[in-house]
């Protein structure tokens, strides 16, 4: 059956798979599993002549909160739009006051304040929570046994496959559905239904899944605010003078709101926001495994997480890749808009003048690596960036990129646009190591097919392998021959990628407190067993 495509149909909704040689099949979040020489799927499954393969996107949501006296739904509106630069596809605001208010909008088409802006003035209460989200449709109105409440959540839930079928079996019934799948919002609201209190409910949500959670959960009495057991995903307080409350994934969306930042929420942490006042429910764990590439790529550069400013580990990684480099050019420049900071600190250290061979057209154009599809990725990453001829024609140009993952984009659109306008030559450098290992914990990259960097080594090794442990060795022949292989691949002159000892550097925190798995496999992991038990229970 390896190459049959198959139609899966559920409430009048039809997704096309198609099944790969390893059959662990979840490219479309279906419950469709292999077992021995079965196919286990909750749904029918029928032959399909016009497959249309289906692409994965990078999960970045943003999240605001915000508890006030008065109306909250404008301080609502531009501090949910404030995360706009993670996610462009979906949006949605909850508003509590005499009864609950819920807009979704897709915003793939249209910047977040201009979809919402009919619909806020009409949102009345003094609480609400909004969410950018790329995958699932939120936040989700929720009518259960602890009351009704929305919830939004940002992370990506790994195991969802294996929940949603023991759920199923019993007796689950979902009626959030779409051409992505099952919601993963309503997922997690049936396990927060497993508590014996609300509080204790989503607390219980990270004894059963495998990825991270950050979440928002509105009620009448206030606002739930949980950060992920593990803290990969950020919550950060704020208070304004007349006592509002504001809690958002994004330290920069206080700021000009007028909010002043009180504290981050630790990992695990749950807090309890009411008009006036907020209490801590659950304290803080003491394990941390905040996300590297909120540093390095994902995050705004005005925010800060852990205390560590943005902006400041970008300039410090641009700072320890020109200490590492011998290159005579004669500009740095950052790819816009991530890669901007890590020039500034390459060029601060060497000394070499910082220009700007590339600039972005910032009106409607947003994150090249966000958009469902490689199409639309490739587009928008070929209309965005416009080259300046006049900077680039016969100088010898150095760039600075946040990363290289697929380097598709990098390839096609930046390089090639650089050549074509009569650079002498062309040096890329990477702020990040170069990731090895399909993302967990975010829906970024989700096999290893994606990434160049396994595309190298399988070339390499003339066949595809999963022994690479020679080549996350910097300093080993096997590392220098696949730094080679994607210098030859991207079209540059030479090319250099951080050092992960240098990058945690940058970051400035312990290694145990940053989430590496990307780039080493390992990370710290759930108790298997205990997770299993508590499967099993459900």
């Known amino acids: 059956m390896v190459g049959a495509s198959f139609s899966w149909h559920s409430v009048g909704l039809t997704t096309q798979i198609k099944s790969k040689t390893h059959w662990r099949i979840d490219e479309a979040d279906l419950t469709l599993i292999r077992v021995g020489s079965k196919l286990t799927c909750p749904f029918s499954l029928e ?37 706009s630069h993670l996610g462009n596809e979906l949006a949605g605001m909850a508003v509590c006051g005499e009864s609950f208010t819920k807009k979704i909008r897709d915003i793939s088409k249209g910047q977040f304040k201009s979809r919402f802006e009919e619909d806020y003035p ?21 009518h ?44 997690l609201a049936k396990l927060i239904e497993k508590g014996e209190d609300f509080t204790s409910g989503l607390e219980i949500v990270f004894d059963y899944i495998q990825g991270s959670a950050s979440m928002l959960a509105l009620t009448r009495d206030g606002v739930y605010a949980v950060r992920d057991r593990l803290g990969r995903t950020p919550l ?15 330290r920069s969306a206080l700021m000009n709101l007028d909010f002043d930042p009180i504290r981050e929420l630790g990992p695990g942490e749950i807090v309890f926001i009411q008009e006036g006042k907020y209490r801590t429910l659950r304290p803080p764990r003491q394990l941390c495994q905040t996300c590297a590439f909120l540093w390095i790529y994902t995050g705004y550069p005005a925010s800060c997480y852990e205390g560590v400013s943005v902006e400041q580990v970008r300039e410090r990684c641009g700072a320890f890749l020109a200490k590492r480099d011998t290159v005579e050019v004669d500009l740095v420049a950052g790819v816009p808009d991530s890669g901007m900071g890590h020039a500034v600190g390459y060029a601060m ?24 599809t490689q199409i639309i990725r490739d587009h928008v990453a070929k209309m965005k960036l416009i080259a300046v001829p006049e900077i680039i024609k016969g100088n010898r140009v150095l760039i600075c990129e946040d990363s290289i993952v697929r380097g598709t984009q990098l390839k096609n659109f930046t390089v090639k646009k650089l050549w074509n306008a009569g650079a002498k030559e062309v040096h890329v450098r990477s702020a990040c190591p170069p990731p090895m290992f399909p993302c967990r914990f975010a829906l970024s990259t989700r096999s290893v097919d994606e990434l160049i960097t396994r595309r190298a080594i399988n070339d390499i090794e003339g066949e595809v392998t999963e022994n690479i442990e020679k080549y996350l060795d910097p300093d080993s022949p096997e590392y220098a021959k696949m730094i080679d292989w994607i210098c030859k691949h991207l079209d540059v002159t030479t090319l250099r990628y951080q050092r992960l000892d240098d990058m945690i550097e940058a970051i400035g925190l312990p290694k145990d407190r940053i989430c590496h798995y990307c780039w080493t496999g390992e990370s710290e992991e759930y108790n298997a067993n205990s997770r299993q038990e508590k499967l099993d229970l459900l």
């Open 349 to 372: 250290e060497s000394r070499i003048p910082l220009r700007r061979p590339l600039v972005k057209y910032t009106p409607g154009y947003g994150r090249s690596y966000i958009p469902p």
């Open 144 to 187: 259960s046994r602890f009351g009704t409440y929305a919830l939004a959540v940002a992370g990506f839930v790994e195991n969802k496959n294996e929940l949603t079928q023991m759920l199923f079996q019993r007796g689950a019934v979902f009626t959030e559905t779409s051409g992505r799948g099952i919601n993963s919002i309503e997922i």
């Open 236 to 250: 950060i307080l704020g208070e304004r003078e007349d006592g509002a409350y504001m809690v958002a994934t994004e």
């Open 122 to 142: 009409r949102m009345l209460g003094g609480m609400g929570i909004g969410v950018i989200s790329d995958k699932d449709a939120q936040p989700l109105l929720i």
């Open 47 to 83: 032959p399909c002549n016009d497959f249309q393969p289906i692409e994965r996107n990078l999960i970045m949501s943003g999240l605001c909160g915000v508890v006030s006296k008065g109306n909250c739904s404008e301080t609502l509106l531009f501090g949910t739009d404030y995360h």
